[in-house]
């Protein structure tokens, strides 16, 4: 069950309609273009598809959705975290029966695994669900609150899980992600979450990266790769930060709305975010234009 993923792997957004109600139509023009751009992969309900805001019967129509429109060409995972691990073991069975390659889960995140053998007995229930499928732990302590010693995670994982494929290591703790790529002789798949810091993750050698704005800036970070892999270290940096730049004008408009605008500024609408997460107005949204307009997005990225 080994799997190795790298490259850049877009986290999908979620599409709603004027009405808020799942509308799964966009997703096929938004995978052709990603994959024609070279993005290596799908995360699908994830923080960025919103999935903790998805019921469970439109989080089986996304995913479905995904993997249809992939149609096998790249791999698909399915984040299937909740904070019913019942709901999650049968989001696991429904990505397996659906044709997924691979799942991921971020821990429940109301009532918080107490230790890393909770936190390991947890996620063995939940893969159990799709044995077959491989399994990625997804690490996000922002958001999941549950900040756990990733040594001691990786030490006790492998016997509970014989899925375990690798970590979705959403945290800027950099040498943590180091020890754990350097971990059994660097076993397991290592996917770098932090968009903004991707060269530093390179760098520190991710063998590979997830993220919401690989659904946009997937040429520019490109670019980044390439220089890195070229040796010339000052122009991977300055497209660095060119997309640092641009991210951060979008995370002003309420983190992940504005990254949503900002796909629809891209030319793919797939509405607005979910309550309790704040929409973008009208105002807010042609000021975002505006302001990223005046950085060359998205023109500049191709």
Do not use: W
């Amino acid at each position: 069950m080994k799997m190795k993923l790298s490259g850049l792997i877009a986290a999908t957004f979620t599409p709603f309609d004027r009405d808020g109600k799942v509308d799964l139509k966009p997703i096929p023009a938004l995978v052709e273009r990603l994959i024609a751009q070279g993005i290596t992969g799908f995360y699908v309900c994830g923080s960025t598809g919103e999935g903790p805001s998805l019921s469970t019967e439109e989080r089986e129509a996304v995913a479905a959705a995904y993997v249809a429109a992939v149609a096998g060409r790249i791999p698909v995972v399915i984040q299937v975290g909740h904070n019913s691990i019942e709901e999650a073991r049968k989001l696991a069975r429904h990505a397996a029966l659906t044709g997924a390659d691979a799942i991921s889960a971020v821990s429940p995140s109301y009532y918080r695994p107490e230790s890393t053998e909770v936190l390991v007995d947890t996620l063995a229930h939940i893969t159990d669900g799709a044995p077959d499928l491989p399994f990625y732990y997804y690490h996000i302590p922002q958001l999941s609150g549950l900040s756990v010693n990733m040594m001691a995670f990786l030490e006790k994982a492998p016997a509970r899980i014989p899925s375990f494929a690798g970590i979705k290591f959403s945290s800027r703790e950099l040498e943590v992600m180091q020890q754990c790529l350097a971990f059994d002789g660097g076993r397991y798949n290592i996917l770098f979450g932090v968009d903004e810091m991707l060269l530093s993750g390179l760098v520190a050698g991710a063998q590979g990266a997830v993220g919401s704005t690989y659904n946009f800036l997937a040429p520019l970070f490109q670019k980044v790769m390439q220089h890195l892999d070229q040796g010339d270290l000052e122009a991977a940096q300055n497209y660095q930060l060119e997309a640092a730049e641009i991210i951060q004008v979008m995370l002003r408009y309420h983190g992940l709305s504005g990254l949503k605008g900002a796909l629809s500024i891209s030319g793919m609408p797939f509405g607005f975010t979910r309550l309790p997460l704040t929409p973008l107005s009208v105002v807010e949204y042609q000021a975002l234009e505006k302001e990223l307009n005046a950085l060359g997005f998205p023109d500049s990225i191709g």
